[in-house]
């Protein structure tokens, strides 16, 4: 077991459609952050969370909803996306000041 | 605005041999941190090594070592005796310590392990 985990592993969506990425961390971290990589780029940040607090928006379509109920977990609430949304999208956690993160498997979104 | 950059898209090596994955830098910052992540196909991000760019010293982790030059803003990573698990993409990553809290990332290095 990782000390991030990421589910679920594989999403297949329509445009229409609404889903929901989840990531919990068992490292007793309080930073989470969201990370899309794309295929020849390097990885994007989307949002930092502190002590449940967003602290950072890179930027990111209101298509895409960030939610941390608490410091173990984050959500990435997914609609109407577009087909270039289509990524792997990594979720990590850290513990503020360290400088070190650590990273959950990731979800592979594919929208149809 | 910090950038990262990894000029050698595909590198290739005879297991058991010796191989060097490139990466340059840009801030403005003076303390700052930097790392190589190695990932495999089974896409999790694994930390290999760090670096403090305080530190003179050259980070090593058992067959993985780095050459940071501080004044050239360059940071390579060295893995000795390449052996078959090696073989994933590798990305060098950085992070300050004022301003954004987060890593800026490479476009990465996908390595190959010859048998």
């Known amino acids: 077991e990782t000390g991030v985990t990421q589910t679920p592993r594989h999403l297949v969506m329509g445009m229409t459609n609404k889903k929901s990425l989840k990531c919990e961390q068992h490292?007793?971290?309080?930073?989470m952050y969201w990370y899309k990589q794309s295929a020849k780029k390097p990885l994007e940040l989307m949002f930092v969370?502190?002590?449940?607090?967003?602290?950072e928006n890179n930027s990111v379509p209101s298509r895409f909803s960030p939610e941390c109920p608490n410091s173990s977990h984050l959500f990435l609430h997914l609609h109407t996306l577009q087909p270039e949304d289509s990524a792997l999208y990594l979720c990590?956690?850290?513990?503020?000041?360290?400088?070190?993160?650590?990273f959950g498997q990731g979800t592979r979104l594919t929208v149809v | 605005a910090q950038t990262v950059t990894q000029s050698q898209p595909e590198m290739s090596v005879q297991e058991a041999e010796t191989v060097t994955l490139s990466c340059t830098y840009d801030?403005?910052?003076?303390?700052?941190?930097l790392f190589w992540y190695k990932q495999p196909p089974s896409r999790q991000m694994i930390l290999v090594i760090r670096?403090?760019?305080?530190?003179?010293q050259n980070a090593t982790e058992n067959r993985f070592s780095v050459n940071f030059q501080k004044a050239a803003k360059s940071f390579s990573l060295k893995i000795s005796d390449s052996q078959l698990g090696d073989a994933a993409m590798y990305f060098c990553?950085?992070?300050?310590?004022?301003?954004?809290?987060?890593?800026?990332f490479g476009t990465g290095t996908r390595l190959t392990v010859i048998p």
């Open positions: 990590a956690s850290s513990q503020e000041g360290t400088r070190l993160a650590f």
């Open positions: 490292l007793g971290h309080n930073a």
């Open positions: 969370y502190n002590f449940k607090e967003q602290t």
């Open positions: 801030t403005s910052e003076s303390d700052y941190y």
């Open positions: 670096q403090e760019a305080y530190k003179q």
């Open positions: 990553a950085y992070w300050g310590t004022t301003g954004a809290n987060n890593l800026f």
